[in-house]
């Protein structure tokens, strides 16, 4: 098993608001749907499966908008420094047609809604992690990161 877990996470933009599944443990905070990979699949599907598990929507994945590390052996302050390292694979989503967001038949436990937040809002809410800037400029200035996926290059012939 790897040291570092990889979570795909997805970033759902509507009329300027974005899509969080919200928690209530010891508190409100919010995370953008995702979770993480599972064996036999690919980074694109871990996010489609995840919305749907999180949000009960359907999506169709688009380019890799942000990455973010979490490295508790890095921070100082109230990090919980047994938490695991964690790279979360941010990749910007389109709801498919008619597919309606909502809290899901069987929700993770302390999962307590799926709201759209006003991106000019999230500064007011605990967004986890924090990278409610991040997402801001992001949806601004949409530059995304090419994901290159082994499976669909053309493979080099044997040199002779």
């Known amino acids: 098993m790897s040291h570092v877990r990889i979570r ?4 759902i933009i509507e009329h300027n608001s974005v899509l969080l599944v919200q ?8 995370n953008l749907p995702g979770g993480g990979l599972e064996p036999g699949e690919t980074i694109l599907e871990g996010v489609a499966r995840e919305v749907l598990e999180e949000t009960a929507a359907e999506v169709d994945v688009g380019p890799l908008a942000l990455v973010y590390e979490l490295a ?8 919980n420094v047994n938490q695991q390292h964690g790279l979360h694979l941010i990749f910007e989503c389109r709801l498919r047609h008619n597919s309606l967001p909502r809290l899901p038949d069987h929700p993770d436990p302390h999962q307590s809604a799926v709201q759209w937040i006003p991106l ?9 992690p924090n990278i ?8 601004a200035h949409r530059r995304s990161i090419e994901l290159v996926q082994d499976f669909e290059l053309a493979r080099l012939k044997e040199l002779q």
Do not use: M, R
């Open 72 to 79: 508790p052996h890095k921070q100082s302050g109230s990090y």
């Open 23 to 30: 928690y209530d443990d010891n508190g409100i905070h919010y």
């Open 132 to 139: 409610s800037e991040q997402i801001q400029n992001y949806v």
């Open 120 to 128: 000019d809002d999230l500064h007011s809410i605990l967004l986890l």
């Open 8 to 11: 795909c996470t997805a970033l």
